[in-house]
């Protein structure tokens, strides 16, 4: 009897143990958002979200560092640890050193949320995830790391949970909404300015791999995409974190520069937020960005950015795709490419994405959306604060020159660069009124 207990524990064990990161991404954020619907419709919670706005000193400590709100953002802070745990000890690794690196980075994640909440720091449009990196980079490049906090700098975990969440905010209904200029938009721009800068990746002697994550990264949506695309290819988790870096540095003076030429050029609002939706690389940049132009420059901001995200899917499945092709033919390999192959590149937390995405836009009603978007907004951006911290944490600045002499770093600015223009070009021609009627944006 004690060997058929001892048996099936150990399969218990294998099991889990078998699931892989992507699986516990979907696991853990679809848990939450679960949690999240299920609070709202069997109890009727009024969830209530921590909070990081502060003007000055007496609001820091009445708003943001009163009881309640580090109580709330303590909860969050435990079951964080508790669900990313169990995939911490099921994968085998360290618990107990994951542990003490997790309570300090979700402190540092929420350090940089509090930064950012500065009402003069907001007004500029300086995110969170800038002084998230920041902290990480500052911390890793002036001291040597404990192992037990390396230990928990888990990036690519952290955003694919985030992800998972972020998959319910990304409507079907708003991208039909949006209209042909922002479909089109999206698709110009993230194929064209993917092969360009895969094309000058390797005019640069930049290779493939690199390539393929740093194109993802400037045309689809930055560090998600980068994520998506290492994945569907297996990419070098060192060269994933030197892209991620390349792309959270370069955004913090586009944010900045790109809402400034908008208003001293006197480019109309729409023109200039379908630009900035096309350039910047998450919905949040694009939005603090675009409200430095104008309500209308947000919204159409926001329509091209979602009108990108929900590029993801498809392009983890064609890279996947390429990808397998491409080993193939270089190794010579007899077995033709197959949809087996095809599926065993493909990032499985992209399913998650899309299912979070199809639950939300087609059986979740539109006004439970809009109520527990708050809580799911929230849990989400913890997520990504705790990434973007071990982000600066795996990375050094050093790299940024040294690997492969620079040149990945130099391809990524040229591409970005055309990005830029020619994403200005299609904003102009699309949202203008040149080739389709202006959008009723307002």
Same mark, same amino acid.
């Given at each position: 009897?004690?060997?058929? =207990?001892?048996?099936?524990? !150990?399969?218990?064990?294998?099991?889990?143990?078998?699931?892989?990161?992507?699986?516990?991404?979907?696991?853990?954020? %679809?848990?939450?958002?679960?949690?999240?619907?299920?609070?709202?419709?069997?109890?009727?919670?009024?969830?209530?979200?921590?909070?990081?706005?502060?003007?000055?000193?007496?609001?820091?400590?009445?708003?943001?560092?009163?009881?309640?709100?580090?109580?709330?953002?303590?909860?969050?802070?435990?079951?964080?640890?508790?669900?990313?745990?169990?995939?911490?000890?099921?994968?085998?690794?360290?618990?107990?050193?994951?542990?003490?690196?997790?309570?300090?980075?979700?402190?540092?994640?929420?350090?940089?949320?509090?930064?950012?909440?500065?009402?003069?720091?907001?007004?500029?449009?300086?995110?969170?995830?800038?002084?998230?990196?920041?902290?990480?980079?500052?911390?890793?490049?002036?001291?040597?790391?404990?192992?037990?906090?390396?230990?928990?700098?888990?990036?690519?975990f952290f955003i694919k949970t985030g992800l998972i969440i972020l998959g319910a905010s990304i409507l079907f209904t708003d991208i039909i909404n949006a209209g042909l200029p922002g479909l089109l938009q999206s698709v110009l721009v993230v194929a064209v300015v993917w092969f360009f800068a895969l094309w000058l990746c390797r005019r640069l002697k930049v290779d493939d791999e690199?390539?393929?994550?740093? *194109?993802?990264?400037?045309?689809?949506? +930055?560090?998600?995409?980068?994520?998506?695309? &290492?994945?569907?290819?297996?990419?070098?988790?060192?060269? /994933?974190?030197? =892209?991620?870096?390349?792309?959270?540095?370069?955004?913090?003076?586009?944010?900045?520069?790109?809402?400034?030429?908008?208003?001293?050029?006197?480019?109309?609002?729409?023109?200039?937020?379908?630009? $900035?939706?096309?350039?910047?690389?998450? @919905?949040? !940049?694009?939005?603090?960005?675009?409200?430095?132009? %104008?309500?209308?420059?947000?919204?159409? +901001?926001?329509?091209?950015?979602? &009108?990108?995200?929900?590029?993801?899917?498809? *392009?983890?499945?064609?890279?996947?795709?390429?990808?397998?092709?491409?080993?193939?033919?270089?190794?010579?390999?007899?077995?033709?490419? !197959?949809?087996?192959?095809?599926?065993?590149?493909?990032?499985?937390?992209?399913?998650?994405?899309?299912?979070?995405? /199809?639950?939300?836009?087609? /059986?979740?009603?539109?006004? @439970?959306?809009?109520?527990? !978007?708050?809580?799911?907004? &929230? $849990?989400?951006?913890?997520?990504?604060?705790? *990434?973007?911290?071990?982000?600066g944490l795996e990375a050094r600045f050093l790299d940024l020159f040294r690997i492969q002499e620079g040149r990945p770093a130099l391809a990524f600015v040229g591409a970005q660069i055309f990005n830029i223009i020619w994403t200005l070009l299609w904003a102009y021609l699309l949202f203008g009124g040149v080739l389709l009627p202006r959008p009723d944006i307002r």
């Amino acid at each position: 009897m004690q060997e058929d =207990v001892t048996y099936i524990d !150990s399969h218990k064990r294998s099991f889990l143990s078998g699931l892989s990161e992507d699986i516990w991404a979907v696991l853990i954020g %679809g848990l939450l958002i679960a949690a999240v619907l299920a609070g709202f419709y069997f109890f009727n919670i009024k969830f209530t979200t921590p909070v990081y706005l502060w003007a000055n000193g007496s609001d820091l400590i009445s708003k943001v560092l009163a009881a309640e709100n580090l109580i709330l953002l303590a909860i969050t802070g435990i079951i964080f640890l508790v669900l990313s745990s169990l995939a911490v000890a099921a994968s085998g690794n360290n618990i107990k050193k994951y542990i003490a690196g997790f309570l300090a980075i979700f402190i540092l994640g929420v350090f940089s949320l509090i930064i950012a909440g500065n009402r003069s720091i907001s007004y500029y449009g300086i995110e969170y995830v800038v002084f998230a990196l920041l902290i990480g980079l500052l911390l890793n490049n002036l001291f040597s790391l404990p192992i037990w906090l390396k230990e928990a700098a888990r990036s690519e975990f952290f955003i694919k949970t985030g992800l998972i969440i972020l998959g319910a905010s990304i409507l079907f209904t708003d991208i039909i909404n949006a209209g042909l200029p922002g479909l089109l938009q999206s698709v110009l721009v993230v194929a064209v300015v993917w092969f360009f800068a895969l094309w000058l990746c390797r005019r640069l002697k930049v290779d493939d791999e690199f390539g393929v994550i740093l *194109a993802s990264a400037v045309s689809i949506c +930055g560090v998600s995409a980068a994520i998506v695309a &290492s994945g569907a290819i297996k990419g070098d988790k060192k060269k /994933l974190s030197y =892209v991620t870096t390349l792309v959270l540095l370069v955004a913090i003076p586009m944010m900045i520069v790109l809402p400034w030429i908008i208003t001293k050029f006197g480019i109309s609002e729409i023109v200039g937020g379908a630009w $900035l939706g096309g350039t910047l690389d998450t @919905t949040a !940049s694009v939005t603090a960005a675009a409200e430095l132009v %104008g309500p209308a420059a947000t919204k159409a +901001g926001v329509i091209v950015k979602f &009108s990108q995200n929900v590029l993801i899917g498809i *392009a983890a499945f064609l890279i996947a795709a390429w990808w397998v092709v491409k080993k193939t033919k270089v190794t010579g390999d007899q077995e033709k490419p !197959s949809l087996k192959l095809i599926w065993e590149r493909f990032p499985k937390f992209v399913l998650g994405f899309i299912a979070a995405s /199809l639950v939300f836009s087609f /059986l979740i009603p539109a006004n @439970t959306g809009k109520q527990v !978007s708050g809580i799911l907004n &929230s $849990l989400r951006t913890i997520w990504f604060a705790l *990434a973007f911290v071990s982000i600066g944490l795996e990375a050094r600045f050093l790299d940024l020159f040294r690997i492969q002499e620079g040149r990945p770093a130099l391809a990524f600015v040229g591409a970005q660069i055309f990005n830029i223009i020619w994403t200005l070009l299609w904003a102009y021609l699309l949202f203008g009124g040149v080739l389709l009627p202006r959008p009723d944006i307002r």
